[in-house]
């Protein structure tokens, strides 16, 4: 696919060389805290004196070292990024990312004009290792997804390394497929289908639940498929021939059946599936992208669990 020289979004946010922040590290700060408050508090006033000048002279020399122990640093017990890991590399991943999510940002507002449904844009981080969420510390195991607490994409792009060697997913647009997938989630959110299926949480048995999550799941490939269609038209030289099978390989490399056989214990249970099999999610990106009609993707929560 074409993406070089496009508008880049101005909603990404690199985190990587970033360190997390310790909490460990904070908890045991606020705690030397508390004792130097403490022993403050209880000493005689002849002390109190001399407490605050060794306090002054020490923060004069160690100002640094003793904001860390105190828990001030936003470092906690690791290293601060700037200082010791360095920032985080401007590359061509960066570049991609941002032409991406720029894409959907020039995608989506229109479209979703037609149907009166107000948008406001995603952000996204990109990240390595391990990084605070408002749904807890994503790592590597999380694969990309969207976080709606935050409206926000979080994706380690080693991920895309991981797709070529062990699905076999290579190309470009396979890239953009999972943005557009994850993106998809964002618009989602904006109709109000991820609420929908949060307040279902609980409620119905969990083979129930999975089932309208592979709904959710399905309609983000319907979503990436429609994505796909408007960009091509609206950037002219968008897709490049086999880009299409690019994305359909990689809907198929990453559905429920193909992960559960070659990472679980290799006998597949479809009462689990939460993002639908291989078939169906190519099913449902290429039906987006023929039509290109929002209206269409409303089939999927209505039609018969066999008809998807
Ligand atoms: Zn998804």
Redesign the pocket.
Known sequence: MRWKGRQQSRHVEDRRGQAMTSGRGRRAGSGMLNILLMGFLRASPKTRIIMVVVAAIAFLFFRGPLLEILGFSSGGSVPVQQTQTGAAPNDEMEAYLSTMMGDNERIWPPLLQRFDIPYRPCQMVIYTGRTQTPGGIADARSGP??SPGDETIYIDPTFFDELKQRFGATGDFAEAYVVA??Y??HIQNLMGRLDELHKLRGRLPTAEYNKRSVR??LH?DFLAGMFAKTADSTFGSFLESGDIEEAMRCAAAIGDDRIQSQFGSGRIKPESFT?GTSEQRAKWFKLGFSTGDLRVGEKLYTAAYEDL
Request: aromatic content about 20%.
């Open positions: 997804f969207y997938h994850e998809a989630h959710v799941e983000a993002h």
